[in-house]
């Protein structure tokens, strides 16, 4: 009797948790039914499709860096500052080789994201604050370059703005992520570090480096984001990429990503949230005309989304 | 003197599953200094934080001059006779001198919604020259001062106003020669005025010199209450520690030899404020006791060892001649550690039970960079099984399980990675009785296989039973060597502790 009871109470435990799981993947379907209705089934026109998808390829590589930075526990603004400026980098060294050219950029990425890294590990300062003065700083830099004119890119770059190439390019790098993030020690040790910093360091793991290394890699991946960025804009502004890391953290949110990092951060986070997203963004202005409606829609469906499916209990765990 | 002015009936003030205060009824008479001594963690701090209004009491109450002492905030009590001098800083840094001497008491210096703030300063000016601290001045900041100057402070702040019940909370060991000699005299000074001390010190002899009756605590229950005057410290230090426990789990055999071969040399360990100093062996096959009060170091011990202090110099070598510098270089090389502070440094516990007995051993799973989660799957079942986990499967997170099963859960880890040698801190700390003998059942078969283990305790009972040698340390250093023997009793090594 006190048997199937216990054994009971662990099956709710468990459909509980499964359904907590599989949230993010009904709320993308309840966003895409909710807006074909709304829509009269215009969102699944091949045009609009293929509209949407010109949009989720950047965000969908560059989410994968700040996935990384959230599940240790951190968080970065200062991704859209990293792709305008690596972009630039991109526009300037293409002229001599466009592989060159997205070499360069991921290096600039890099180091930009390796100067958020040192700020946060070396002088112990939270990753938000670090990233909210380095998004000023990259962004002041971005402007500086660009005050006589926006740095274009040489016309045969705008010639790789071909749907396959970029597809490819965006599978490629999820594929690759995905390898590390699941079959290496990285998933590891990061979802340990993100859960308790002090337990991962007594476990093994080196918090400190791992640390660097995910800024600095998820600086390198908008880097190299920057080239499918540049192949679609054609020239790059003052602005350019700026509120891409917003785009990010409501995308990872959106996809289930916990706040706070730790255990219960999964892959799939990355492209649910990224696609939900992108579907909220390109269906919004047929239902709402007016870029003000738009906007207040989007923070509220932002909200309730995140207020449904925010895991309190992992919050509860974190001192 | 039969005239209580505070009498205590019946408290208990547990947390959660801990009771820390259990079941005290004590009485403090008028003008009395009443010390109260007992190990960390016996309840001394938790009772007067009671007593003050930090913490409400879970059954039982407070009777000052026969009227329910229900004080809800330390301010209360200070308004009803009862103030604290505490273990702690207690002031609140960003306020001047003046404003931290008469927190919660500004309603004296306002004038409608003004604060006269030269009336506060003179005001606290006057009481620092009454007791002799002329050097402070009341007007500046507190963080101008030095760490002692701050107790002098808080001193003056818990007596000016001349409270019934004053309690000293280990305040001595913040202080100088100088320092404590002024305490002693405020302390004696409300003595004379017919007021109570109560004296909270780990310095025994202080506390038999200054107090005129002495209650000892042990694991939050009140073990006696003796006169000082009919004392020695040999028998507060038995009444303190020792300990009712049976000794039938333990491994039984005496005499056996432990191998010459030495596994792991300390030489010269030191940590900034915590060890100096410590060289000693640690041999095949062998179980290493270390021994002390809470604060003698010994916890810092097993940190070094397994590289993971801050500050540290000296060496600790392995039987290969590796140098441990760091946490990953040990778990390469064998040394495992499970830490006294088991929820924050042994086991991730936001973590799933899969996760946390993987991690040490990631690297050995791995072919080349790549781990297979299946491999891995397997690997957290068969040693959580070993370790009988009681789970709901590999999945399930540590912070779901009992403190015991959690324990299980890091020695799963350690005996997955097949570490050789074994740093155990409080191995036992908060587990029950069924567990505890699991574990020490299998510290006699790890030692039996030739893994060799280190285990620091704060348990007598466990040092004397399980170790074939035991160190004792005190003050950051050792301070005695036992050898296995039937003949050893608590009270041996109580005289090295203290």
């Known amino acids: 009797m006190e048997i199937q009871s216990e054994a009971s109470a662990v099956g709710k435990v468990k459909s509980r948790k499964y359904l907590r799981e599989l949230m993010p993947l009904l709320g993308f379907m309840g966003v895409i039914v909710a807006f074909s209705i709304a829509t009269g089934g215009k969102i699944t026109a091949p045009a609009n499709l293929s509209l949407m998808l010109s949009q989720v390829y950047v965000l969908l590589i560059s989410s994968m860096g700040v996935f990384m930075v959230m599940t240790v526990g951190g968080l970065d603004f200062s991704q859209g500052s990293i792709l305008g400026l690596s972009s630039i980098v991109f526009c300037w060294v293409s002229g001599h080789s466009i592989v060159a050219g997205i070499a360069a950029a991921a290096l600039a990425g ?55 190439l970029k597809l490819l390019l965006a599978a490629v790098m999820l594929m690759t992520g995905f390898a590390v993030w699941r079959f290496t020690r990285v998933g590891c040790d ?22 660097f290394l995910v800024f600095t890699a998820a600086g390198a991946i908008t880097g190299f984001a920057s080239f499918i960025n540049v192949v679609k804009v054609g020239s790059i502004t003052g602005t350019a990429g700026s509120q891409l890391e917003t785009q990010i953290l409501i995308a990872l949110v959106l996809g289930g990503m916990p706040i706070s990092g730790g255990a219960k951060a999964r892959f799939s986070n990355i492209i649910i949230g990224t696609l939900t997203y992108c579907v909220l963004e390109m269906s919004l202005p047929m239902v ?16 309730v989304v995140v207020a449904l499916t925010i895991d309190h209990e992992s919050l509860r765990v974190i001192k | 003197m039969s005239d209580a002015v505070l009498r205590s009936e019946r408290l208990c003030k547990r947390f959660g599953i801990t009771t820390a205060v259990d079941d005290v009824s004590l009485e403090f008479e008028k003008g009395e200094i ?67 001497l008469f927190l919660g008491e500004e309603d004296k210096f306002m004038h409608g919604i003004v604060k006269d703030a030269g009336a506060m300063d003179r005001e606290a000016q006057r009481l620092l020259n009454e007791y002799g601290f002329t050097r402070i001045v009341a007007s500046r900041m507190i963080d101008y001062y030095s760490f002692e100057d701050r107790k002098l402070i808080e001193i003056v702040k818990a007596t000016y106003f001349n409270p019934k019940v004053l ?17 002693f005299t405020v302390m004696d000074r409300a003595r004379s005025l017919g007021n109570t001390v109560i004296f909270i010190s780990h310095d025994l002899e202080e506390v038999i010199e200054r107090a005129d009756r002495i209650s ?30 049976g000794t039938h789990y333990y491994r039984t055999d005496y005499g056996e030899p432990v191998p010459d071969e030495v596994v792991l040399r300390v030489d010269d360990l030191s940590v900034p404020g915590q060890i100096q100093g410590l060289s000693f062996d640690l041999r095949k096959g062998e179980i290493l006791g270390i021994g002390g009060l809470s604060e003698c170091g010994m916890h810092e011990v097993g940190k070094a060892i397994f590289g993971a202090s801050f500050g540290r110099s000296g060496r600790v070598t392995l039987e290969d001649g590796y140098g441990v510098d760091s946490i990953p270089g040990a778990i390469r090389h064998g040394v495992a550690y499970a830490s006294k502070d088991r929820d924050n440094e042994s086991v991730v516990i936001a973590d799933s039970i899969r996760d946390n007995i993987c991690l040490p051993s990631l690297d050995d799973l791995a072919a080349g960079p790549f781990l297979r989660s299946g491999k891995l799957d397997a690997f957290a079942r068969r040693n959580a099984e070993l370790m009988s986990v009681k789970m709901t499967g590999i999945d399930q997170y540590v912070s779901s399980l009992s403190g015991g099963n959690r324990q299980k859960v890091v020695l799963a880890r350690w005996l997955g990675k097949d570490s050789d040698i074994l740093v155990l801190d409080s191995p036992t700390r908060g587990i029950d009785v069924k567990v505890k003998a699991d574990i020490y059942a299998l510290m006699d078969e790890l030692r039996r296989k030739g893994k060799s283990i280190v285990m620091i305790s704060e348990e007598l009972q466990e040092l004397l039973g399980m170790s074939d040698r035991i160190l004792i340390m005190k003050r950051g250093r050792i301070s005695g060597e036992f050898a296995r023997s039937r003949s050893l009793g608590e009270r041996d090594l109580i005289t090295k502790m203290v």
């Open chain 2, 167 to 183: 309690v000293v909370d280990e305040t001595t060991t913040a202080l100088s020669q100088s320092g404590r000699e002024e305490l």
């Open chain 1, 288 to 303: 709402f005309p007016i870029p003000a409606t738009q906007q207040l829609v989007k923070g509220m469906v932002f909200l």
């Open chain 2, 34 to 100: 009443h010390g109260l001594i007992g190990e960390n963690g016996s309840g001394k701090s938790t009772f007067c934080s009671t007593l003050c209004g930090i913490y409400p009491p879970s059954s039982g109450r407070f009777l000052l001059e026969g009227k329910e002492l229900k004080a809800r905030s330390q301010v209360e009590a200070n308004r009803r006779g009862v103030s604290i001098i505490v273990q702690e800083t207690g002031t609140l840094p960003g306020l001047t001198v003046a404003e931290n």
């Open chain 2, 216 to 245: 000892v605590l042990r694991d939050g229950r009140l073990v006696a209450t003796v006169r000082s005057a009919e004392v020695g410290s040999g028998e507060l230090k038995h009444l303190m520690v020792g300990r009712e426990l």
């Open chain 1, 110 to 164: 890099a180091a930009m994201g390796a100067f958020n890294g040192f700020f946060h590990v070396r002088f112990r300062i939270a990753s938000f604050i670090v990233t909210i003065c380095t998004m000023y700083f990259f962004r002041g830099l971005c402007k500086y370059i660009t005050t006589n004119g926006p740095v274009p890119a040489i016309p045969e770059v705008l010639e790789l703005n071909l749907t396959w």
């Open chain 1, 190 to 211: 990061l979802r340990a570090i993100g859960a308790g910093e002090t337990a991962a360091r007594f476990s093994g793991c080196r918090p400190d480096l791992r640390k």
